[in-house]
């Protein structure tokens, strides 16, 4: 069954919080109940850690759609096709961009929550930022507005501008993306060194690594578009340093 089949209904029993409980109380009709949406600690106690990032995932996404002033239909296309939702599934998720889009609350209530929530697994909150550009992309053009929206959501997960900084560069082609970037590496560090960090960043961008700790196999490609961005910075590093 798909992440995003029954996702409003079936969020309904669990424990839910924040801005997130506050956004699907609104729409199955106040049956949350409001001082019970309004608490902000819960949610996520007993959710699937998949309908949780698909949740984020389409409120940021909406929330995206909006920082240049405009919706364009490239970027609407994109949530539903890039992120693998099925027709005949795209009515109750347009409801949730609709109402996310819509509201007028910003997106850094949401980006504080779902850093609560994932504050253990960095490297879920960094596939979320992974997978906006993919949605921002999705037009042809990222603007600087998007850069601007994107970078802070990552420092409201508290990612430094290096891995802020990698992911984006992960984005490139594999002719055209800076290694040590990708790597979060110096020119000048010796290769032992940065061995170490390919590893580590290997490990833990692993496709099963990640649909593991949450992120649902819909979107996992992109997962593997960024290591096999990781694998050939290091292929380029390797050559580089031993030339």
Same mark, same amino acid.
Request: proline share 4%; net charge positive.
């Given at each position: 069954? !798909?992440?995003?089949?029954?996702?409003?209904?079936?969020? =309904? &029993?669990?424990?839910? &919080?924040?801005?997130?409980?506050?956004?699907?109380?609104?729409?199955?009709?106040?049956?949350?109940?409001?001082?019970?949406?309004?608490?902000?600690?819960?949610?996520?106690?007993?959710?699937?850690?998949?309908?949780?990032?698909?949740?984020?995932?389409?409120?940021?996404?909406?929330?995206? !759609?909006?920082?240049? &002033?405009?919706?364009? @239909? /490239?970027?609407?296309?994109? =949530?539903?096709? @890039?992120? $693998?939702?099925?027709?005949?599934?795209?009515?109750? =998720?347009?409801?949730?961009?609709?109402?996310? @889009?819509? /509201?007028?609350? &910003?997106?850094?209530?949401?980006?504080?929550?779902?850093?609560?929530?994932? @504050?253990?697994?960095?490297?879920?909150?960094?596939?979320?930022?992974?997978?906006?550009?993919?949605?921002?992309?999705?037009?042809?053009?990222?603007?600087?507005?998007?850069?601007?929206?994107?970078?802070?959501?990552?420092?409201?997960?508290?990612?430094?501008?290096?891995?802020?900084?990698?992911?984006?560069?992960?984005?490139? !082609?594999?002719?055209?993306?800076?290694?040590?970037?990708?790597?979060?590496?110096?020119?000048? /560090?010796?290769?032992?060194?940065?061995?170490?960090?390919?590893?580590?960043?290997? $490990?833990?961008?692993?496709?099963?690594?990640?649909?593991?700790?949450? =992120?649902?196999?819909?979107?996992? /490609?992109? !997962?593997?578009?960024?290591?096999?961005?990781?694998?050939?910075?290091?292929?380029?590093?390797?050559?580089? $340093?031993?030339?």
């Amino acid at each position: 069954m !798909s992440i995003w089949g029954s996702l409003i209904g079936g969020m =309904v &029993g669990f424990s839910l &919080g924040g801005p997130f409980g506050m956004l699907l109380g609104s729409l199955i009709g106040g049956k949350i109940s409001r001082a019970r949406a309004g608490r902000s600690g819960n949610f996520g106690a007993f959710a699937q850690p998949q309908q949780i990032f698909a949740l984020s995932l389409i409120v940021l996404s909406a929330k995206l !759609s909006k920082a240049d &002033g405009q919706v364009s @239909k /490239e970027e609407l296309v994109a =949530v539903k096709d @890039k992120l $693998k939702i099925p027709e005949h599934e795209i009515e109750q =998720v347009g409801k949730i961009f609709n109402k996310a @889009k819509e /509201e007028s609350a &910003g997106y850094e209530p949401y980006a504080q929550q779902i850093a609560q929530i994932y @504050k253990n697994n960095p490297n879920v909150l960094e596939e979320v930022i992974n997978i906006l550009f993919y949605i921002a992309e999705a037009d042809g053009n990222v603007s600087k507005s998007e850069l601007n929206m994107m970078r802070h959501i990552a420092q409201i997960f508290g990612l430094n501008d290096s891995q802020f900084s990698a992911i984006k560069e992960s984005r490139k !082609s594999s002719d055209k993306l800076n290694p040590y970037v990708v790597l979060a590496s110096k020119p000048d /560090e010796d290769l032992s060194s940065i061995r170490k960090r390919y590893i580590q960043l290997s $490990k833990e961008n692993h496709p099963d690594l990640l649909i593991s700790k949450g =992120v649902p196999p819909e979107v996992i /490609e992109e !997962s593997k578009k960024k290591m096999r961005a990781i694998n050939s910075a290091w292929g380029q590093i390797q050559k580089l $340093k031993n030339n």
